[in-house]
């Protein structure tokens, strides 16, 4: 039995960012997650970072606050954000009551923006349509929630908090007025551990609902599912996003080297659905075309989609408050249990804030909070060693900050270290190397999350060999069978979108791996 | 400002494509009397194979199936079916007088196969599942099942060469046999430096001297074990006489896992390359056929351009022999698959309807069983369906049998020498 | 920015096999055609601590031949040098290149003995010598100009030919590139047909000035039917390599050396012999020999290599460029095409 103040349950950016906070007023925190962190929505969404516009006329809460939070965040995440800016053009049919409401309302809420004429907007963006008419300027950023996620995972344990990935909630004991004993299973070994919290956060998301049951309390929750389009190439300078109320198809937001189109709204009547039909794929493409026309032809790298946890309402889907709320089950008469649903990324830090305030009196506990003013990572720099690329010893600060030197400790002095393990994320094999070592990660999609191989252009090739190669040894899971699995993760996100670029990427690799590795089953 | 085109170019046959169904439908007729001209453009898919020749899908292999099966190839070999159907010849006469003319010809060149054709061999692949083909080159053969279970095993890998992970085919092999147990053992030639992630043919530059070899070689003497697999090193010019040296000097029985993208599909592609030329086959490389010109019923002549400039090439009969959507043979429209040359009917082997992104289907399947439709002499059919007098297709090119959801490298062959067959009673 | 024809890879690494510099040098020296123009590229920023390295690329265009997706990897490369030009520290022997430029408009310093031949200013068909034949091996210079001259139309060289611009354009400078093309136009406007000595230049004024050039070879045996004229036999033979200048076979066209060939086949005293892969780059192009001089001879000494093996005893190459890099490595006599067929036909 382990004893805790507080335990966090689900590790999506919401719940580590609560993690995180809890450790640094000095509260002793176990974080458990089911999968590997950022899984839910936090892992598959559009990465960014709002301005608020999009929120301004019909959710001016939420705007407000992303606005807030988005300045922020470019603070103390700034090694994650790509401060790209953002417009919103207007396109022929469009509403101009709502272009105007839209106007007034970011002058209103204080979100910056300026108007743009059809020439201005196409000299900032050139690849827009020329059925542009005008536009929004706006201070929208991308962010890479994974990045984000992991910063928040490496800054809690640092503060002290203890965050496990691959442990589920099984069971949660109930007296009148508490939640008691917990049970927490690794969902691998099987193995089961008990925890006693005297606070019990549940930031699980769209499972919030699922763990509430668990302790016999009730959480609405409206599951809507949104689906994006990962592209190669980058698109746009900035964000486009299509000056009208809020519908699909309306955003690009450059990532990288790739653009990412997004999103739908539908209805969902499970937490853990991820696929994207047919039908999304063809409205992404067609809407975001129409501001984009180099997008109709593009490659699309894959396809992927989570479920939002969202507030309920009265009307449904985008007309959702994407507010967040914070349930007290004290009002059901139970003391140390509390809720947080709803929200965005964008103001996760906000929603952590707000849970941590409540929990921390609850405990009596009065330290502030500063993960408003103390940045998640420091910055680093590091000079390539002999033997290794000024390139390869850049792109490792960019992915793992602080960590960069010990990363390249393992590349320079493992016999196979500095070997390109994935070309098109340019991962050397000490990189795969260090990560095995690190017990969070126990499948090859955690390695590859970790270190990006596997997550490029091609969705894995070569480099899913590379991958097992430098995990097979710490983990139980056999080698073909770890190399299938990974594949065919990769190939559900890929199906989708099968076209141009992207299909004769997959013709080839079948050529490769079925016929002459005989890796038989599954396309 | 642009120059005439060069002078015109006759053939009595001209093939598309210098892959290996290209290849041996052009050493066929060449063999026969016909000059042949042989176009291709860049690297076939031929170079970046396995460089053996197998009959059916690997999925469909059961381990224990030593013999091809006739039934299931002539059901799964579209058009064949019809072919045999009609025609005088078996499928096995065809297998046999196919694989008796590439054996002959491939042994001409320096790369020694397997002449016994209607069993399947087992080879290892370089990360230790079996790989099952008919025709492979008489080093990789492993024999009988038996020897995976007999005898020490160990795996060689060079540090810095990428094409055999010693630690993962170790580990697969071990997993996969476990009444075996193979061992890993890396070493770092010296002449390798401090390199890392050497391509296949910096490898093989670099073990061109005969001081990497011995390296080689007296690692393989240090090992306790009787059966030693070491990645590719040779080329086809030293690759028989290298593996047959190694051998000798270390007295064990060295294998080469089946490794794809590297030297042994180069191997392969070179010695079909040199089996043309040498049988009279004029082979024009770095060109590409942009346009064809036909009559009703006739292909006349093609166009083709080099960088610069364009020419005029006429022929008797036309072979096409250009690949699936990998090697360019086919192009890709959003999830259409194309004729690039705009003169020929595709369609989806199994499906009359031309393909449609359909869920139905599945994009990736639909995409991989589309090609050029011939009829069952493989006349190729113009866009209205009808077939040409004088223009045949073979290989990858063709619907169903983009490997390897086709029959693999052999069907791909088989259709190649059909078509040849077909195309010397036109030209 | 916008996502370019570089999407259409898929990651077989056939650039990469083919790459001689790859194969020479290793990828932790040169990234390959992949690494720089796929790979690399797509990182922003982090592109330029690439550059020094992919300065090694000798733009042998063997990459792009082989590529089943048709990308323009060299392409790529030259517009990376291009785009990360104005943050370089340059080479030592690059920032030598455009001294020469601004002061002699022309990519070496005019040292040494100039041409003797004194040519025609004015006519319908321009000889475009270019810097090297110029400058460093001015019997090439000599021996076109005579050759040619024999034909119907008798060839001129400009009063004030620039540097046609391709070491710019393979350094990166857009700049002074542009500025040589057109001062470069007003003379190229006045001729009616163009033949030149140097494949740099000939692959250069068709892809950077939208000309027609034609190379002196394609010229002798299209125009002049060199190769139909008959030779009295030699009384001895030596064994000749033709090497394959990679700005003549793959960015002019593969006929230029079918044409070669047969040239040399016709020419007495010649025993035509092969060398393996005689398509390999010798490392004289694509700015190596000034950028990473180190590269450019480990390449030649490759090639001469090559050549011994397969018991060549002089090695052609119709391309200034290739005979000064090769005569670097030494060991085995190398020859330029026209100055040998120029010899033969005078009678030596």
Redesign the interface.
Known sequence: MVRTEVLVIGGGITGLGIARDLAMRGIKTILVERKDFAAGASGGNHGMLHSGARYAVRDPGAAAECAAESKMLRHIADFCVDDCGGLFVSLEGADATYEEQLIRSTRTLGIESAVLNKKECLGLE??LSSAVLHGLRVRDAGVDPFALAMANVDSARTAGATLLNYRCVDSIARSRKEVGEIIIRDTMTREAEKVKAEIVVNAAGAWAAGVASLAKVNVPLTLDKGSMIV?????S?GLVNHLRPPSDGDIVVPS??SSIIGTTSVPAHAPDITSTS?DEVAKLIEEAARMIP?IG???AVRAYARVRPLVPSEDGGRRTSRDFKLIDHESEGVNNLVTIIGGKLTTYRLMAERIADLVARKLGNRTLCRTAVEPLRAHVFMKAPP?????HA??MV?KYGPLAEQVMETCVHS??G???AC??E?VLRGELEHFSEDPDVRRLGDLGRRTRAGLG??QS??CA??L??AL?DKVEE???AM?RGFLEERGKGV?PV????Q??????R???L????????G? | MSLAALEDLHADVLVLGMGASGLTAASALAQEGKSVMVVGRGMSATSLSTGCISFIRQAELSREEPRIDMETLAKSVHPFSDLIERSALSLEDLIAEMSAFLVRGLADQGLEMTDDVFHYHRLLTNIGSSYSCSIAPASLTLGSEDKLTRDKWAVLGLLGAQDLDADLFAAIVNHRHPRIEIRPLWIRPTSFGSRQSLTSLEVASIMSSEAAVEEVVQAIRGIEADNVCIPPIFPLAKFEAGMRKIRKLTGKNIFEPVTPMSLAGMRLQEALERLASSQGCQLLRQREVTALRSSPGRVDSAVLTTRTRTQNVSFNSLIVASGDLVAGGLGVAGAKVEDPLQTFKIGTFGRTSALAASATFGLMDVAMETGMLVNNEMRLMNREGRPFANAFGAGAVLAGFSYPTGVGLGGGLLTAWVAAKHAMEGS | MVAAKENACIKCGICMQVCPVVTLEGVASFPGPRGVAIDAARFGEDVQSMRLDSLKCTTCWRCEDVCPAKISLPRRILEIRRETFSKATLPAGHAQVLDNIDRYRRSVHPEGSPPSMKPNRAGDLLYFPGCIAEQRLPAIYNSTLDLVGRGDRVPFVPESWQCCGAPLEKIGDEQRMKAVHEANFAIFDKAKEIVTSCPGCTTHLFQGYGLRPMHTIEYLYEVMGVNRLSFLPAKKKIRVALHRPCHLNRTVGPHVIDYALEILQNVPGVKLVEMADPGRCCGGGGGVTAGHPNVALDLAKAKVRSALEAKAEMIVAPCPFCVINLNRAGGIEVRDFVILVDSVLKGH
């Open positions: 050139p690849g592209l190669d190439g980058r698109f300078h990288h080297s047919e180099d032809a593009a490659r033997g290794v690329t000024a390139f850049q792109r960019r016999p196979r500095t070997e390109i070309s098109c340019q252009f091609c090739g070569g060999f590379a097992a190669s097979m056999e080698p073909i190399i199906q099968l076209a141009h670029g299909l004769r990427q997959t013709v080839f079948s050529y490769l079925q016929g002459t590795y005989g890796l038989e089953g396309k």
